[in-house]
Nanobody, 123 residues
Framework: QVQLVESGGGLVQAGGSLRLSCAAS????????MGWFRQAPGKEREFIAA????????YYADSVKDRFTISRDNAKNTVYLQMNSLKPEDTAVYYC????????????????WGQGTQVTVSS
């Protein structure tokens, strides 16, 4: 089992940037693909970005493509989400999660989740 803790959320002005971190412990971090998701009040959980175990494969939702970057540092057991050009519609709780070998954007195929970190983007 792996435990995940997100951090780096907060308040930011529209057009600004924020860097989220997801620290893993309790298992071999490099064995897992990772994903970032977000959930706004009254909305379903939405896929944002995914990255393979080595970091060689990444995939982004259209809503964040060219603005967000997912990366990982396996030596630090951490995955990151760099968010640039933030918009008010990016406001949500952001979660990181683990998956196995299969590349997927489906949250049902991610098995371990962090507690989330709030991102609020003002106009």
């Amino acid at each position: 089992q792996v435990q995940l803790v997100e951090s780096g959320g907060g308040l930011v002005q529209a057009g600004g940037s924020l860097r989220l971190s997801c620290a893993a412990s309790g298992s071999t971090f490099s064995s897992y693909g990772m994903g970032w998701f977000r959930q706004a009040p009254g909305k379903e959980r939405e896929f944002i970005a995914a990255i393979s175990r080595s970091g060689g494969w990444t995939y982004y939702a259209d809503s964040v493509k060219d603005r967000f970057t997912i990366s990982r540092d396996n030596a630090k057991n951490t995955v990151y989400l760099q968010m640039n050009s933030l918009k008010p519609e990016d406001t949500a709780v952001y979660y990181c999660a683990t998956r196995g070998l299969v590349h997927t954007t489906n949250p049902l195929q991610y098995k371990n989740w962090g507690q989330g970190t709030q991102v609020t983007v003002s106009s």
